[in-house]
């Protein structure tokens, strides 16, 4: 159900996204989603990869601060409401959305959605209860 | 003028005198009401009668800012707390703070030290003070204030900030003195030109300066911006709040009462007496304060000294502006910073010590800024944006509540603070005084 986000502490600097991701692509890791949130000084980079534990280690060998973090992929119908569909959803049965972020990919006709809940475990119930499609770890390795 | 000639002109074989005598009854009385000193004089096996003259001083144990601390609160009083009328609490190392108090004849002590500063400045009964400084616990505020009633000034108790009242007042009571710290004084200057005031245009005489270090460059300066002559006072609270030494308008060292404050230069490491006239930290024991009288209290600044009498008639020894700290503390906008401090609020965060550096600048006549860098570690980092927000607003007030100062918190990726020799540098201190 759920699948690895990594997030990664940048420091608003000049470079530094650009370190990142020639560290991933020196390690032959391709980046499924991307997000970047950002303050006055700091920014927290979100990428869901094709190989997160090879991409934790480069990180950690690199002294660059990650984590790993549980997030939930969703199918959304490519079509005017299809997100809103999806947040009603999670909105009556009471699940709070963290933050959510779109795929650089879409499977077929359906967009891809990465959602941060605060409670995965109950998300992924309310979402599988209404019959969303959720999308499974080895789906995102195989993207 | 001269507020006090008899001992601010003493003969040195009179001084002596005054100072031997002095010294006999401070040793029996810290011997006999403070079981701290008692401790102490037995450590090093001295007896208050083996105290027969001012020389002897060098048998006495020194007293330390750590001695303070964890004797907080009362360890250190001599007089009964009943007899204290005044306490004033200012930053410690770490964990507690530093508690001084005043008995009714030390607050008399305080006021006429203040009262000669003032006059050794250049000030005569009924000139207004405009005192900037801090009101509160902080010493400087009521050091002056006291001072200033002592010799018949008319004081204004301004306090520090509100910079466009402190304009306000001076323009409309027209005062001879503005007591303050120095960078204080530059960034009034500034906002008054700013708002289109000439702070030349006044009744300017003096200024008597101090707090936080300063240079001959930072004097000119505000002599020109305000047209008054700049002088420096230096005080701790330790010892009793400002009024410890001034400089008179030769502004040729400062005049230190050593009727009241003997001083010593010392060799840091050795304890050991400098020569006269070499760089040493200053050591300054009370002789007649009476709730916390200290002994040979390690002030931790580096000075010289001169026992030459003045051109202004003083045969007081004069010390040079502060050179330098013999520790790792700072001071930021007239406040005591040690980076401990700083170490001790991470800590308490969540338990972690994580790297930091204390970057302290000053822009061009405007107040101290300080900005604390927080290496961000695997365990403080989180994926939410708000999660590391609480953590800087956290970590700021905190700061804040331990200091006193409004710090700007960065946090930053590991490794990216400077290390030198494998020890990370904690004080990065950009002020161009």
Request: aromatic residues 6%; contains cysteine.
């Amino acid at each position: 159900m759920k699948i690895k986000q990594i997030s990664v502490f940048l420091e608003n600097r000049k470079g530094r996204l650009y370190d990142v991701c020639s560290l991933l692509g020196k390690n032959n890791i391709n980046i499924r989603a991307l997000n970047v949130a950002e303050t006055e000084s700091f920014g927290i980079l979100r990428i869901v990869v094709n190989k997160p534990e090879a991409a934790m280690d480069a990180f950690n060998e690199a002294g660059i601060v990650a984590r790993l973090t549980d997030v939930i992929a969703v199918e959304v119908e490519d079509k005017p409401g299809g997100l809103a569909d999806i947040l009603k959803v999670l909105s009556d049965e009471d699940v709070n959305i963290e933050y959510m972020y779109g795929f650089v990919e879409k499977s077929s006709d359906k967009a891809l959605m990465v959602f941060r809940f605060d409670d995965v475990e109950k998300a992924a119930e309310v979402l599988t209860k209404h019959n969303v499609k959720i999308v499974q770890e080895q789906g995102v390795r195989e993207l | 003028m001269i507020w006090n000639e008899e001992f601010e002109c003493m003969s040195p074989a009179d001084i002596k005198r005054v100072q031997s005598e002095r010294l006999k009854k401070l040793a029996a009385l810290v011997y006999s009401n403070c079981k701290v000193y008692k401790d102490k004089f037995d450590k090093a096996k001295v007896t208050p009668d083996s105290i027969r003259s001012i020389d002897d001083i060098k048998k006495l144990p020194f007293t330390t800012k750590i001695d303070m601390r964890d004797n907080y609160p009362y360890g250190l009083f001599s007089a009964d707390q009943k007899d204290v009328k005044e306490i004033h609490v200012s930053s410690g190392t770490t964990g507690n703070p530093t508690l001084v108090g005043y008995t009714k004849d030390d607050l008399k002590l305080w006021g006429e030290v203040m009262a000669r500063s003032l006059a050794c400045a250049g000030a005569e009964p009924g000139d207004t003070v405009q005192n900037a400084y801090g009101y509160g616990l902080f010493t400087g505020g009521l050091g002056v204030h006291y001072g200033g009633l002592e010799m018949g000034l008319r004081v204004i108790p301004m306090s520090s900030g509100n910079t466009a009242r402190q304009l306000k007042i001076m323009q409309d009571f027209q005062p001879k003195l503005l007591t303050c710290t120095p960078s204080y004084a530059l960034y009034m200057a500034e906002e008054a030109k700013e708002l289109g005031i000439d702070p030349k245009k006044g009744n300017w005489k003096v200024g008597v300066f101090g707090a936080e270090p300063w240079t001959e460059k930072m004097r000119a300066e505000i002599e020109d911006a305000w047209n008054m002559l700049a002088t420096d006072v230096y005080g701790l609270s330790e010892i009793i709040g400002p009024g410890v030494a001034q400089e008179c308008p030769h502004k040729d060292g400062l005049h230190v009462y050593n009727d009241v404050f003997y001083p010593e230069i010392i060799d840091a490491d050795t304890g050991e007496a400098v020569a006269e006239g070499e760089d040493g930290e200053l050591v300054i024991t009370t002789l007649t304060k009476q709730a916390i009288p200290l002994i040979r209290y390690r002030t931790r600044d580096v000075v010289s000294i001169t026992y030459e009498k003045c051109k202004c008639g003083r045969t007081t020894p004069r010390i040079s502006k502060i050179k330098g700290r013999t520790d790792d503390m700072i001071v930021v906008r007239g406040i005591n910073v040690f980076p401990s401090q700083i170490e001790h609020v991470l800590l308490g965060i969540d338990g972690t010590s994580p790297n930091y550096q204390i970057i302290v600048d000053r822009q061009q006549h405007q107040l101290d800024e300080v900005e604390v860098l927080v290496e961000v570690d695997g365990k403080l980092f989180s994926d939410e944006v708000k999660q590391l927000e609480e953590l800087k607003r956290k970590i700021k007030k905190e700061i804040s509540a331990v200091l006193s100062i409004a710090a700007k918190v960065t946090l930053v990726e590991p490794k990216t603070i400077e290390r030198s020799i494998g020890k990370a540098k904690r004080v990065i201190d950009k002020r161009q005084m």
